[in-house]
């Protein structure tokens, strides 16, 4: 009786010792892939930043997940990177959605320049155009890869027509000179609205 207890026991404590070494198994696969999807990262980011900054003195500092940088793209990794010469500090990344590598610097600069150069261009047609409006959004969608532009008008404003919004998108194109945006016209609480995507 003795033997057979104990027989079950070597049995349950074998088969403790069998599962928590899967697990501690599987733990270790997985930090290898961690690992080498980081290294990858970083190789890639080496790759980006000759190509890009082929002039920059840099310093790989570390690597981080997505959830660390919610402000921008959709990306496994970001790889933080140092000027060594100004001491700036900015990130590099595969964006998933978009297909390609961005880095913090120049997603910057394109929300700086949908602020100071599209906003003024936009707002200036439109006021001159149709008058007041409700309000002009135009920020840089860093998720889609491309300035979206919101224009609100009030309930009591004229109705704008099909044609008055492919006139819009021509300027948008031609003279701000857009190759892509999101643009979406509509009157607050209203049925009518005007959206394109290009």
């Known amino acids: 009786m003795m033997n057979k207890g104990l027989k ?11 599962i928590f070494l899967l697990i501690a198994g599987a733990f270790k696969i997985i930090a290898i892939l961690n690992e080498k999807e980081q290294e990858e990262a970083v190789r890639k980011t080496q790759e980006y930043l000759a190509n890009s900054y082929p002039d920059l003195n840099y310093k790989i500092q570390n690597i981080s997940s997505s959830t660390d940088f919610k402000h921008y793209g959709y990306f496994e990794y970001g790889v933080t990177v ?3 010469n100004s001491d700036e500090i900015f990130t590099v990344f595969y964006d998933e959605k978009m297909n390609r590598m961005e880095d913090s610097i120049s997603l910057e600069k394109q929300e700086k320049h949908a602020e100071r150069d599209i906003t003024p261009k936009v707002e ?14 135009v920020s840089y969608d860093i998720a889609e890869g491309k300035p979206m532009i919101v224009i609100t008008f009030n309930n009591h404003h004229e109705e704008i027509t099909q044609t ?20 979406n016209v509509y009157y607050w609480h209203g049925d009518l609205s005007f959206d394109l995507e290009f």
Do not use: C, Q, S
């Not at 079950?8 to 069998?18: A, P």
């Not at 008055?164 to 643009?183: P, R, W």
């Open 164 to 183: 008055d919004f492919d006139l819009f998108i021509a300027y948008l194109k031609g003279t701000i000179g857009l190759e892509h945006a999101n643009v």
């Open 124 to 137: 200036k047609y439109i006021k001159k155009r149709f008058g007041d409006t409700r309000y002009i959004d």
């Open 82 to 84: 140092k000027n060594m």
């Open 8 to 18: 079950w026991l070597t049995y349950i404590l074998g088969g403790i010792i069998v």
